[in-house]
């Protein structure tokens, strides 16, 4: 793991305040989304063993973010509210933190705090700060003496983690600039094909091929069988001028059916967020929407639909 850039952290009695100051290696959008999506900061927020769980979040001003935070088998469980005060896209979010019962009801006896969390981007890292502010000097000490320090510094660490861990794979699949390719699927041939395909343009795949084996396992699914495993998930080999094309193989055995049409899509990848969700509004009215432009597992910002005329597409901004 990378060390942090930057690294302090100050109790200031006087003031009734912690603040901390870290750096990541990372560029701010990446660290603003895993201060700001649950399903991030679930990753790493609690120090281990302790995880979150989200219940709920209302990721805007006056909304809050409900979640459990347990020790291993669920002892030692505490509900935990942060209602949101100010939002500023990638440069600013503030909350006010407390416990709860499980209905959402603030427990009185226990202190709460205001934090101010502040991105600044450098280059291509981002500095963050952290100010967290007590109504009494008795709340702040209470709250050091339970661990803080040791506690947050733990979290910070896994957000080292998971931030080194993601940014690592952007550098590694994101294009240099916006592309189009070809996306092809095959019953259990994709293989196959692209070996052949390979001999005729003499060209080799672009990081290797990726197997259905290599999911990450979904609790709401069941395992992938055996059989499966060693199917191609994705793979990319370059033809000519530039032009890249991809595949992956559809196994019926996952709920594919392939016929004359549908195995054959034009990928475009644009080079923000915004241009993506663009396009895919402006292209799929009057459609069908196989997949709503969401965030997936390897990375990306996905989505997938058959326009007015037939023509398949997929959006896929990697981030």
């Not at 701010?28 to 989200?54: C, G, S």
């Not at 896209?89 to 499980?102: K, T």
Request: charged share 25%; aromatic share 14%; with cysteine.
């Amino acid at each position: 793991m990378t060390k942090a850039i930057l690294s302090n952290f100050l109790v200031d009695k006087e003031n009734k305040k912690i603040i901390v100051d870290r750096g990541f290696n990372a560029p701010v959008d990446l660290v603003w989304a895993a201060w700001t999506e649950a399903d991030i900061l679930e990753q790493w927020w609690a120090p281990k063993p302790y995880q979150v769980k989200t219940k709920s979040q209302d990721f805007r001003e006056g909304g809050r973010w409900f979640y459990l935070m347990s020790g291993p088998d669920g002892q030692d469980a505490h509900w935990c509210l942060a209602d949101y005060k100010k939002i500023i896209p990638q440069s600013m979010l503030s909350w006010l933190d407390g416990f709860s019962d499980e209905a959402g009801n603030i427990k009185q006896e226990f202190p709460r705090s205001l934090w101010l969390v502040s991105f600044k981007a450098n280059g291509a890292t981002t500095e963050v700060n952290v100010t967290i502010t007590y109504k009494d000097l008795a709340d702040l000490e209470k709250i050091v003496s339970f661990g803080f320090k040791q506690g947050f510094s733990a979290g910070m660490d896994n957000l080292d983690q998971y931030i080194n861990a993601q940014f690592y794979l952007r550098k590694q699949n994101r294009p240099h600039k916006a592309r189009v390719s070809m996306y092809v699927n095959f019953d259990g041939k994709t293989e196959e094909a692209f070996n052949f395909y390979r001999s005729v343009f003499k060209t080799e795949f672009i990081n290797g091929i990726k197997r259905f084996g290599e999911l990450p396992p979904d609790p709401n699914n069941p395992p992938i069988a055996d059989t499966l495993k060693k199917m191609v998930l994705h793979v990319e080999l370059p033809l000519v001028g530039g032009y890249i094309l991809m595949g992956t193989d559809a196994p019926k055995e996952m709920g594919f059916t392939l016929e004359q049409g549908n195995n054959m899509h034009i990928q475009l990848e644009p080079e923000s967020k915004k241009e993506a969700d663009r396009i895919f509004k402006e292209l799929s009215p009057g459609g069908k929407i196989e997949m709503p432009m969401q965030d997936m597992f390897w990375g990306a910002y996905f989505g997938s639909f058959k326009d007015r005329y037939g023509i398949n597409w997929m959006i896929n901004f990697q981030q």
